[in-house]
């Protein structure tokens, strides 16, 4: 995790099943390609991965799929925060090993109302464990899933305690004031913010933050990502292009977002087996199917590296 | 898990740890011991188990513990269900070949807000996969920590596609009138109904369930035990033992459960470690512990097999 921190835009990359429910790895080297070669980065095994339907040993097997086949492990942020301590940090040490950019870890997320001094010991019990200089840790905040969140007090501590390890956050929460929050309070003190939407991009990065790590990178990238390396530009239109972004994120966050992205790479690299969910998460409905295509049909959009994800083999 | 279905009490047996958050295999070997010559049925790795606290491996691992070391796996009823369907297999499977009685599936908890679809297909794809007469799944109804639940509906679809497997539930919803309406559509089927506390034990059995499991037992067995055992007794005194139950059930209610349980044991067992949880969770404060201590004194309570619990080697 030695050299540059990340920057811009990552996206939580979907993983492609097989009809019985196995990882399409075809399918995902196809699609982790075409999100690098749109210049943007791999947060692998992240909500919208269904990352927490994947197994420890899965996912340490598709971190190394991704390795050997020469993706970047630079440009990588893999999610590695799980119930168990000891599970968060086999897979955290994996990513370390293989040289990722950096992980993104959420808290322990069974039980409820937990304490800041719990969460705490989680997250320090985790980083002594490992006790690898190059280990970066950007925090996951995503209460309205995990319903276990991580307040600005546990970022205090937790820099204070870690400042090499404690990199940065994600923050999840939809809630525009408490990525303000962390922006002033830790940003200047070189703790990456990235929103957890491109509806906050703009915004993010004129507020100083680092960019953001969001869903719709996996239909959308080359666009998020143009306003990330574009927004200081005066001929860029940055606001022009956020609203375009808006637009987009408008039509997805209409259905179920993971299905519904899915779908869409589904119908427009016509392969269908793009759209199956591990359960517990489905399928849209054909109803819902046929609203999608419509909707983006009338908003022209064509997924960007469609044909590059076509006619994967299985 | 041929033979006779599990009835009665169990409880989702502590986990105790060592300073460094491992597991003291030691004191947990004592711990089930006592439990199941108080004849309590070890419902190991539930929530109040710290289960989601353990990786798989943990969990297999110390299942062939229980087994190399002669504990009875027809009195177990482990904890099986994962987020991952991949991991619910694997530890499911390895239940089954242990000959374990059945198993207590939570749904996958990641989600928030899914359909009861998903949740039929997760439970249908660990059945199939697993393909073993001998598997009976106990659901684990559990909506205030899961915050995902299991419906009417679900049960009877599973119950209707895979009447041999699906084998029960323990409804720790804390809500009579959802364990009324188990035990009036699907006990008279042979579905068991067990309550998530001994607090409903009674009225359980009254209305023909199979008994309880329940976090209490860990430290009231023996109590809990006898009114399973002689509530049809007429000089039982039924509704004075389930009162007396009550009372002992509302001072650990009055704490943080889990460490109240733990510091209770590491106090009447003279055995502090045992006071230790692995984060997220934490021990009682000073205030709690001293609180807990005299409201325990107050009512005389004595922990039954706290002497059998002492001075566990590490």
Redesign the interface.
């Known amino acids: 995790m030695a050299g540059k921190k990340p920057s811009g835009v990552l996206t939580p990359v979907l993983t492609p099943f097989n009809s019985d429910?196995s990882v399409s790895r075809p399918r995902f080297l196809k699609h982790c390609r075409a999100l690098i070669e749109q210049d943007v980065g791999l947060a692998v095994f992240g909500?919208n991965s269904e990352a927490?339907?994947?197994?420890?040993?899965?996912k340490r097997h598709l971190l190394d799929v991704l390795a050997d086949e020469g993706l970047p492990t630079d440009r990588m942020m893999p999610g590695t925060g799980?119930?168990?301590?000891?599970?968060s940090v086999?897979l955290t040490r994996h990513a370390v090993d293989l040289g990722c950019a950096g992980v993104l870890m959420l808290?322990?997320?069974?039980?409820?109302g937990?304490?800041d001094?719990?969460?705490y010991?989680?997250y320090a019990?985790i980083i002594d464990a490992i006790g690898d200089d190059r280990l970066k840790i950007y925090l996951y905040h995503i209460p309205?899933?995990?319903?276990?969140g991580i307040s600005l007090n546990l970022i205090e501590r937790l820099l204070k305690d870690y400042p090499g390890a404690i990199a940065g956050i994600k923050d999840s929460s939809g809630d525009w004031n408490n990525t303000a929050a962390m922006l002033k309070e830790f940003q200047p003190a070189g703790f990456d913010v990235f929103a957890g939407s491109e509806v906050f991009l703009l915004r993010t990065l004129r507020h100083g933050g680092a960019g953001c790590i969001t869903a719709t990178g996996n239909v959308n990238a080359a666009a998020i990502a143009r306003l990330a390396a574009t927004w200081r530009d005066d001929d860029a239109g940055a606001d022009e292009q956020q609203s375009a972004l808006d637009g987009v994120r408008g039509i997805f966050q209409k259905y179920p977002m993971i299905p519904a992205m899915k779908s869409a790479i589904a119908w427009q690299a016509q392969d269908p087996a793009w759209a199956v969910l591990?359960?517990?998460?489905?399928e849209l409905t054909a109803d819902q199917t046929q609203a999608l295509r419509q909707d983006l049909s009338a908003a022209s959009f064509q997924i960007q590296n469609a044909q590059a994800l076509a006619h994967a083999d299985a």
Chains 1, 2 share one sequence.
């Open positions: 429910y909500t927490n339907s994947l197994s420890v040993a899965e799980c119930c168990a301590i000891t599970d086999e808290p322990p997320f069974y039980y409820k937990v304490s001094e719990g969460l010991r989680n019990s309205p899933v995990s319903q276990v591990r359960p517990p998460l489905v």
